[in-house]
């Protein structure tokens, strides 16, 4: 007879397969990791097109893919209640003991988390992001995040300039919030036995061509270092917004024969596009932690990136060459990278990447984060209010009353399953 699983974990946000990033591979990863540890790890995301109802994934894996249609960036539209008994559901079927939720801007992970607070259960939140405290858009993030995690159990963070980014906008305490880094799977994202050629050096950029991820950066920096190394060329997989200004600087200068641009790159080929180059380039403006530099080191590739965010937290300094978000300090990291690229080994920064970074690794730290979790105290409704008021003179008052609606709402859906048995 099988053994009963540990724990029953669910996993909640907007971002999940079959769409392709950061929070949706650590959330696949996690997962299988923790199934492998004897929990049970169950999957709530939004329908994408056609995929919605119930799927299994690999290990058992099950994701509900709940039929709301994504409103804007891939992140369904607030309803605050509408979710509530879809999620009650789900929590009860599964006899759900945590539920774990993922990124600041998933409003499907807020109002999870919000109603599985409502109902006594665990919570723990992970933030994948950093965000700003000035432009109208953070501040009201900000806001958001602040109600979210006025009553949550335990916090995850995968930097440490993430975790002081996060208790800074949310005014949580940091005895709560827990450092675990995003990893790479290894086995996957491993060097090409023999090494590219040197006569023509490769630089790979693979990523959202969007202004936050450095796009106009790159529109500066491509055709500077093309004139500077006629042996250099540049391959870039991604789409986005800024991949008219990126054509459109390949046509300007006569690129077209030195910057290949692949488009859109599936997850299960980034891996036979970075073995092609020997430099990997980032140009992000902001990055909590970027898993595209692991799977780019993990393949053998010398990273130059911008130093922002998480990110010199990410690399050992002989792996990496990092410079500020500036066009010309960009080109000089990039000369300084191609000079010390003979003595880069990529088997040797293979086996390192294994010892540094695993999955297996993250579980287990996010077991202990569960376990801290379950044991913090029930908190009735009026002690739970009292955290809420302390968020603004007219907010805490206005989350308050979203609570007790909440609540109200939740005691309505109890009361009518009695009835109806």
Not at 301 to 324: F, I, K, N, Q, Y
Request: glycine share 6%; aromatic share 8%; with cysteine.
């Amino acid at each position: 007879m099988a053994e009963p699983p540990k724990l029953r974990v669910l996993m909640v946000s907007d971002f999940f397969f079959p769409n392709f990033g950061g929070v949706e591979n650590h959330i696949y990863y996690l997962s299988q990791c923790l199934l492998k540890l004897g929990h049970k790890v169950v999957v709530m995301t939004h329908a994408y097109g056609n995929r919605s109802g119930v799927r299994y994934m690999t290990g058992g894996l099950k994701v509900y893919y709940v039929p709301w249609r994504p409103f804007v960036m891939q992140t369904t539209f607030p309803t605050v209640y509408g979710t509530l008994p879809i999620v009650r559901t789900i929590l009860r079927r599964e006899k759900i003991t945590v539920v774990h939720g993922h990124q600041a801007f998933s409003t499907l992970c807020h109002e999870a988390l919000m109603h599985a607070r409502t109902m006594g259960y665990k919570v723990v939140f992970t933030d994948h992001s950093l965000y700003g405290f000035a432009d109208v858009g953070s501040i009201h993030m900000n806001k958001v995040l602040q109600f979210s995690l006025a009553d949550i159990d335990q916090a995850i963070c995968v930097s440490h300039t993430s975790k002081e980014n996060t208790v800074l906008r949310s005014g949580l305490s940091p005895a709560k919030v827990f450092m675990i880094p995003n990893a790479v799977d290894t086995a996957m994202f491993k060097p090409v036995p023999v090494r590219p050629s040197t006569d023509v050096i490769t630089i790979v950029v693979i990523s959202r061509l969007v202004y936050r991820k450095g796009a106009d950066l790159l529109v500066e920096v491509i055709p500077e270092v093309c004139r500077l190394y006629p042996n250099v060329r540049f391959v870039v997989g991604g789409d986005g917004p800024k991949h008219v200004r990126l054509e459109e600087m390949r046509e300007k200068h006569s690129l077209q024969d030195r910057v290949e641009m692949l488009g859109a790159v599936p997850h299960s080929r980034v891996r036979s596009v970075l073995v092609t180059g020997h430099i990997f380039l980032n140009s992000s403006l902001t990055e909590a932690f970027c898993i595209a530099i692991l799977e780019a080191a993990s393949c053998g590739l010398l990273t130059v990136s911008t130093r922002v965010g998480g990110v010199p937290e990410v690399l050992p300094d002989d792996m990496v060459v990092l410079a500020e978000p500036d066009p010309d300090d960009m080109v000089r990291a990039i000369e300084k990278a191609i000079s010390i690229l003979p003595s880069i080994n990529p088997e040797e920064m293979h086996n390192r990447m294994k010892k540094l970074y695993s999955w297996q690794d993250v579980a287990k730290r996010t077991e202990i984060v569960y376990d801290r979790a379950l044991k913090c105290s029930n908190r009735n409704l009026l002690e739970r209010l009292s955290r809420f008021l302390s968020c603004g003179a007219w907010a805490g008052k206005l989350f308050c009353m979203v609570m007790i609606l909440d609540y109200l709402l939740w005691l309505l859906l109890q009361l009518l399953q009695v009835i109806s048995h």
